[in-house]
């Protein structure tokens, strides 16, 4: 089975071919072959349909750059790395039937990416860019049964969402949760805290770390020049990758957000599932003034 591996991938690459089918072949690993030397540069569809695979390689984008679709359904992944956001060219990311419990920002980054299927895992919330970008249409995360909320971008999309929203004891899950009415959702992990309308101001470490984004992006445009010693390794990484951009302004969003729900049966895709699910909408503001001005059916 490994030599008729090696040699279909070796074809492939001395062929120069952008289909390859790797479904059905009982993969506990990513195959080395696929990562050897220059990779794969014009390979353009990889196939790993119902394999056992359980993560992805860093060097993913570095070897397979020129990727358009990527099919992993039915295998047993629980992590993608951030280095997919690489894949700079990806149009289709097919991650259903897998084991993912988080999703990386990163997929939410990926500027090509027109469809997203993530169904039959078990994500509990998605990340709050996710749908910024114009290009992504068409996003599936049905039957993910505790995921409660979808970002606001989604709104104007195509979603599938039917067997989300199942009762979960808040208790059980070590998230920050956020709740209007009778509806609860969970926030992403890096959200460290949750804003309310009566805040009148931000967080001093928020702030902060606005401040030095802006002056990045508008007048030095190179992190390099904060080095380990002046900030905190993890605070750097967050100035490169904020959690989110607020819904309403477009502002990063690094430590805190102020959270908005719209329920699903209040809008007018609800007649599309027919109570098949329970799931909000919600918008991710960057302060007070932007929540109370966020309307989503405006």
Known sequence: MAS????????????????????????????????????????????????????LPENLAQKLPNLVELYLHSNNIVVVPEAIGSLVKLQCLD??????????????????????????????FLPPDLGRSRELQYVYVDNNIHLKGLPSYL???????????????????????????????FLPAE?????????????????AMRSLHHTYHSFLKDLNFLSPISLPRSL????????????????????????????????????????????SFVAYCCSTQCLQTFDLLS
């Open 4 to 55: 008729e591996l090696c040699k279909t991938i070796s074809v492939a690459r001395l062929e120069k071919h952008k289909n390859l089918f790797l479904n059905y072949r009982n993969l506990h690993h990513f195959p080395l072959e696929l990562l050897k030397d220059e990779g794969l540069q014009y390979l353009e569809r990889l196939y790993m349909k119902r394999n056992s695979l359980t993560t």
């Open 236 to 279: 750097l990484e967050l100035l490169h990758c904020p959690l989110g951009h607020c819904h309403r302004c477009s502002e990063p969003m690094f430590t805190i957000v102020y959270p908005k729900l719209f329920p699903l049966r209040e809008t007018p895709m609800a007649g599309l599932h027919q109570g098949k699910t329970a799931v």
């Open 191 to 207: 959200v460290k805290a949750i804003g309310t309308e009566k805040d009148r101001v931000l967080p001093l470490q928020e702030l």
């Open 155 to 185: 709104y104007n999309k195509v979603v599938g969402c039917n067997g989300c929203g199942a009762p979960i004891q808040v208790s059980e899950v070590k998230l920050l949760s956020f709740s209007s009415g009778q509806l609860t959702v």
């Open 95 to 124: 991650l259903s039937d897998n084991a993912l419990e988080i999703v990386c920002p990163e997929i939410g980054r990926l500027r090509a990416l027109r469809h997203l299927r993530l169904a039959n895992n078990q994500l509990q």
